[in-house]
């Protein structure tokens, strides 16, 4: 195998996905959607400021739309990499997944690959939220949208590689929905998406704690300082190494003399 090949296989999936991606319009709309209703209504019930942020990259009054955008944005990367998750439980059982993992290319190169295709639809998706945010009145300061490219990849690919990991354990699409509520909603919920850290330490000790070592929060806080032209080297450190550590269980998951595909009987 040289170089070439590799090339060839990373740009048949990455288009592949984007076709996949643009021929499924209904994806597009929901992952939309969904992070808009939260900011044009839940954002609306709570119009206020925090208050003064003890921490950059914010140092004056926060309005709440201009906090909660960067975790709408984590959530679309979140809730895309469960969708990419779902479409490999699909691909492994209409035998497509099947058809690549016995291709003479590394199994480790393959999930990078759909992990990259995976990391630029999210990407597109959470441009598209911003600029329509932007008309909303939500607007950040034009070079940041630029510093966040690097930021959107890291963090969806850390995010990807999760949905990668929780895919080698699900067997059946009928599991999906179970298993990703299960891991959605309390990474969602249990971090610094909605609210700051210094407001949930006014209300709980268990609770900050909890989303102070939430892979999702660390990612949000990168989304959050790169948006505002900062750079955040914890958040940074930390979601590189929850993308290894993710990514390194996925491997091995897909593995099928080590990982779940053996324990479900060779499936792929």
């Known amino acids: 195998m040289n170089p070439l090949h590799y090339l060839r296989a990373l740009r048949g999936i990455v288009i592949r996905e984007l076709l996949r991606f643009v021929h499924q319009r209904e994806r597009f709309i929901s992952a939309l959607v969904r992070p ?3 900011l044009f209504i839940f954002a609306a019930g709570f ?3 925090l208050g003064l942020s003890p921490t950059p990259p914010y140092e004056t009054y926060i309005l709440y739309e201009d906090y909660i955008t960067p975790g709408l944005v984590g959530m679309i990367q979140l809730f895309n990499g469960m969708q990419s998750s779902l479409s490999m439980v699909y691909d492994r059982e209409m035998g497509n997944m099947r058809t690549l993992l016995v291709s003479p290319l590394p199994r480790w190169f393959l999930l990078v690959a759909k992990l990259l295709a995976g990391t630029l639809v999210s990407v597109w998706q959470v441009y598209a939220f911003l ?3 932007w008309f909303y009145g939500v607007q ?4 940041g949208y630029l510093d966040l490219l690097p930021a959107l990849v ?3 690919l850390m995010l990807g590689a999760l949905g990668l ?5 699900i067997d059946q699409l009928e599991n999906f929905a179970g298993v990703m509520n299960f891991v959605i909603f309390p990474m969602f919920f249990l971090s610094t998406a909605l609210y700051p850290l210094w407001k949930l330490q006014e209300s709980s000790q268990l609770l900050p704690l909890l989303a102070r070592y939430n892979p999702f929060s660390q990612a949000v806080e990168l989304i959050r300082f790169a948006l505002y032209g900062q750079f955040n080297v914890y958040a940074c450190v930390y979601t590189l190494a929850a993308l290894a550590l993710f990514l390194s269980a996925a491997v091995i998951g897909y593995n099928p003399s080590k990982g779940m595909m053996q324990k479900k009987g060779g499936k792929q």
Do not use: D, N, Q
């Open 165 to 169: 990991l929780l895919s080698s354990f």
């Open 154 to 156: 890291l963090v969806g």
């Open 131 to 133: 600029l329509v945010a």
């Open 140 to 143: 950040a300061p034009l070079a």
């Open 47 to 49: 119009r206020s400021t």
């Open 36 to 38: 808009l209703v939260w």
